[in-house]
């Protein structure tokens, strides 16, 4: 399998690098799926990094300190005895631009923990929140546990965590939350939601407004879901989207705070954009293993997998003219899994993602 470093430029011209990963797992199978970002970038505009899954079990983070040309790993975090590791998300600290991943593991009680790490730019080290889980979802033996990371775009220091689980007791999913303002030495108090939906939920995306809001996408086999939070992480409010049939998002916010959402159905009746609540039909064929990301002038990149040639696709939204240009074939290998970077700077062109080949 090779894992493909792409770069997308505003002129939707491209170079690609490549970087061999043996026995990599592709992203959207079982243990790393769904939308959360696989991939950042530093604030000097050349420095990535990016996440991979191994048929092993294991989590191995790359960078590249020359956008994408070449990549080296920096550390792999492998499953302690019994356990299996998934579901990791990436973020950066935005003042200092140390590298934060986080993951859940499943242990052989069926029961989950999180944990998280940080690169400070010279090493790295755990700065899980003590005395938090473990968590026995609903139905122990094939609900899934996930958590996604970010920095606090309306303010710069705050660290925040998020866990998405189906309650042991009431079956019904909640969100649970803390933050740190030291990156992750200490952290907050618990912060929740009330129930969700009475089925699994799975984070998907997660992203940040310039007032402080946190906005967590999360998907279950009925909906795409947008909860929002302050900065102090409290539950706010959130918007349902109910696609006819099992739902998978993808989410983003540009630089005006508009939420930006990409949904698909799993029985192939569309997938759809939307600028609040104003939703914009982009397509009526079924595709898969959706990204979504924004360029510095705010323009809108969706990036998929085909099911009918399983080829990988891109289709830019034009927010001068408010237009949609044709579709692009990016990739002729099958059965890939995209992850894309979910902002890129104001003053950049560029939008990066990684994709992954069986």
Same mark, same amino acid.
């Given at each position: 399998?090779?894992?493909? /470093?792409? +770069? ?5 011209k ?5 970087? *061999?990963a043996? %026995?990599?797992? &592709?992203? $959207? ?7 959360c970002?696989h991939v950042?970038r530093?604030?000097?505009?050349t420095t ?7 048929t ?16 080296t790993?920096?550390?792999?975090f ?6 299996t ?5 990436i ?5 200092t ?6 993951y ?5 009680s069926?029961?989950?923990?999180v944990?998280?790490q ?6 790295w080290?755990?700065?899980t929140?003590s005395?938090?889980? /473990?968590? +026995?979802?609903y139905d122990?033996?094939?609900d899934?546990?996930?958590?996604? *990371?970010?920095? %606090?775009?309306? &303010?710069? $220091? ?9 309650c042991?007791?009431?079956?019904f999913?909640y969100?649970?939350n803390?933050?740190?303002?030291d ?5 907050s ?6 129930a ?11 992203d940040?407004?310039s007032d402080?809001?946190?906005?967590v996408?999360?998907?279950?086999n009925t ?8 900065a ?5 409010s959130n ?8 739902a ?5 916010i540009?630089?005006?705070?508009n939420e930006?959402?990409v949904?698909y159905?799993?029985?192939g009746?569309?997938?759809s ?12 064929i079924?595709e ?7 360029d ?5 990149y969706?990036?998929?997998?085909k099911?009918?040639?399983l ?11 408010g ?10 290998d099958?059965?890939?899994?995209v ?6 700077p ?12 069986d």
């Amino acid at each position: 399998m090779s894992t493909i /470093p792409q +770069t997308i430029l505003s002129d939707t011209k491209m170079h690609t690098s490549r970087l *061999i990963a043996n %026995n990599a797992q &592709s992203l $959207g199978t079982n243990k790393c799926g769904f939308g959360c970002r696989h991939v950042v970038r530093e604030s000097n505009n050349t420095t990535f990094w990016a996440l991979l899954v191994t048929t092993s079990g294991n989590i191995e983070v790359y960078n590249s300190t020359d956008s994408g040309q070449t990549w080296t790993l920096s550390t792999t975090f492998t499953p302690g005895t019994g356990q299996t590791l998934g579901y990791p998300t990436i973020c950066k600290a935005i003042t200092t631009d140390h590298i934060f991943v986080s993951y859940t593991a499943k242990n052989s009680s069926l029961s989950w923990n999180v944990y998280v790490q940080k690169y400070n730019g010279s090493s790295w080290s755990e700065v899980t929140p003590s005395s938090w889980g /473990p968590w +026995t979802p609903y139905d122990s033996a094939n609900d899934i546990v996930t958590s996604a *990371i970010t920095f %606090n775009r309306g &303010s710069t $220091g705050r660290f925040h965590i998020f866990i998405a689980y189906r309650c042991s007791t009431s079956s019904f999913s909640y969100i649970i939350n803390k933050y740190s303002d030291d990156e992750g030495s200490t952290w907050s108090s618990e912060g929740s939601t009330s129930a969700t939906c009475s089925t699994t939920l799975c984070i998907s995306d997660i992203d940040t407004k310039s007032d402080g809001t946190v906005v967590v996408c999360t998907t279950s086999n009925t909906a795409v879901k947008l909860t929002r939070f302050t900065a102090n992480g409290v539950y706010s409010s959130n918007t349902s989207y109910s696609p006819n049939g099992n739902a998978s998002g993808s989410m983003a916010i540009d630089s005006s705070n508009n939420e930006r959402v990409v949904y698909y159905a799993t029985n192939g009746v569309s997938w759809s954009i939307w600028y609040g609540a104003t939703p914009t039909l982009v397509a009526t064929i079924q595709e898969g293993h959706l990204a979504l990301g924004i360029d510095g002038a705010d323009n809108i990149y969706v990036i998929y997998t085909k099911s009918s040639d399983l080829k990988t696709y891109m289709c830019k939204y034009n927010i001068v003219g408010g237009s949609w240009d044709s579709a692009r074939l990016i990739s002729y290998d099958q059965g890939q899994r995209v992850k894309v970077e979910q902002h890129s700077p104001a003053s950049a062109s560029k939008l990066h993602y990684v994709f992954f080949s069986d």
